[in-house]
């Protein structure tokens, strides 16, 4: 089977740098793909992505060596298949409350006996290799995603779950569901101390801590708290940002406007 590069690095111990898409469009997968990352995930949840849209984002970031990754919508067997079938090489579960929900996730995720996923990988083997339905159930990233109360309270016993690869922290989500308030880079102690038993839970039990992070300061944070799967925002958040190179071309613009007097032509119009 194909090598997953995300599972190698973190075999290797190192850390994983995460992208995340939520604008659909095999083109902008490709350009996300080639900034440097060592996996890319197409965000079926928050994102505005259709299933096949999906699959051409998958095909495009399997232009580069980094791994293909989906952010479920939700934890439901048909829409993880679809995901896995359609070549992501790792899935992450949103809102995992219980060892049970973590549970049927990873069944999800694998063939019987160890599962319930159906056979049928489809576009998987072709990206994969066709030996893929031997080798799936061990190389697939699992991450369940940690965000509410519930789900920290018990993270000990969500982290046990055979067959689940790591805890993915949504930072946003986590603070509302504490009382504080949506964003991301929250460090509010209460905050720094739930991350902390969130790799605790992962150190434990042979886990990757995965976290969701919107600046190289924050990210770095958190790698030397040990999560060793983390996200640097995303598309959205990049072209966002662009609003402050247009507001410092407006600046200068009216500036020199200011400063120049008005064209001849201009001012016989």
């Given at each position: 089977?194909?090598?997953?590069?995300?599972?190698?690095?973190?075999?290797?111990?190192?850390?994983?740098?995460?992208?995340?898409?939520?604008?659909?469009?095999?083109?902008?997968?490709?350009?996300?793909?080639?900034?440097?990352?060592?996996?890319?995930?197409?965000?079926?949840?928050?994102?505005?992505?259709?299933?096949?849209?999906?699959?051409?984002?998958l095909?495009?970031?399997?232009?580069?060596?980094?791994?293909?990754?989906?952010?479920?919508?939700?934890?439901?067997?048909?829409?993880?298949?679809?995901?896995?079938?359609?070549?992501?090489?790792?899935?992450?579960?949103?809102?995992?409350?219980?060892?049970?929900?973590?549970?049927?996730?990873?069944?999800?995720?694998?063939?019987?006996?160890?599962?319930?996923?159906?056979?049928?990988?489809?576009r998987?083997?072709?990206?994969?290799?066709?030996?893929?339905?031997?080798?799936a159930?061990?190389?697939?990233?699992?991450?369940?995603?940690?965000?509410?109360?519930?789900?920290?309270?018990?993270?000990?016993?969500?982290?046990?779950?055979?067959?689940?690869?790591?805890?993915?922290?949504?930072?946003?989500?986590?603070?509302?569901?504490?009382?504080?308030?949506?964003?991301?880079?929250?460090?509010?102690?209460?905050?720094?101390?739930?991350?902390?038993?969130?790799?605790?839970?992962?150190?434990?039990?042979?886990?990757?801590?995965?976290?969701?992070?919107?600046?190289?300061?924050?990210a770095?944070?958190?790698?030397?708290m040990?999560?060793?799967?983390?996200?640097?925002?995303?598309?959205?958040?990049?072209?966002?940002?662009?609003?402050?190179?247009?507001?410092?071309?407006?600046?200068?613009?009216?500036?020199?406007?200011l400063?120049?007097?008005?064209?001849?032509?201009?001012?016989?119009?």
């Amino acid at each position: 089977m194909r090598a997953i590069q995300a599972r190698e690095l973190l075999a290797q111990g190192r850390t994983v740098l995460n992208g995340w898409s939520v604008i659909p469009g095999g083109f902008l997968a490709e350009v996300m793909a080639s900034l440097g990352w060592d996996a890319l995930t197409v965000d079926m949840q928050h994102g505005i992505i259709g299933q096949a849209e999906m699959i051409a984002m998958l095909q495009a970031i399997s232009t580069t060596a980094l791994t293909p990754m989906v952010r479920l919508a939700a934890n439901d067997a048909t829409l993880i298949g679809h995901a896995l079938d359609g070549g992501a090489m790792g899935v992450i579960c949103p809102l995992i409350n219980s060892p049970e929900e973590a549970a049927s996730f990873v069944a999800a995720c694998r063939y019987p006996p160890h599962g319930v996923r159906s056979s049928g990988a489809t576009r998987a083997m072709i990206y994969a290799g066709f030996d893929y339905g031997g080798a799936a159930d061990a190389q697939v990233l699992k991450f369940a995603m940690i965000e509410t109360a519930d789900a920290l309270r018990r993270v000990d016993e969500i982290a046990a779950t055979p067959g689940l690869d790591g805890l993915y922290v949504g930072p946003s989500d986590l603070s509302l569901a504490l009382g504080g308030t949506q964003g991301f880079d929250k460090d509010e102690p209460h905050m720094i101390e739930a991350y902390r038993a969130i790799v605790e839970a992962c150190r434990k039990h042979g886990l990757t801590a995965g976290i969701h992070t919107a600046s190289p300061a924050f990210a770095g944070r958190m790698a030397e708290m040990g999560f060793r799967f983390i996200t640097l925002v995303g598309d959205f958040n990049f072209i966002l940002a662009g609003r402050g190179l247009v507001r410092q071309a407006r600046e200068r613009l009216d500036q020199t406007a200011l400063e120049s007097p008005t064209s001849p032509a201009l001012a016989r119009a």
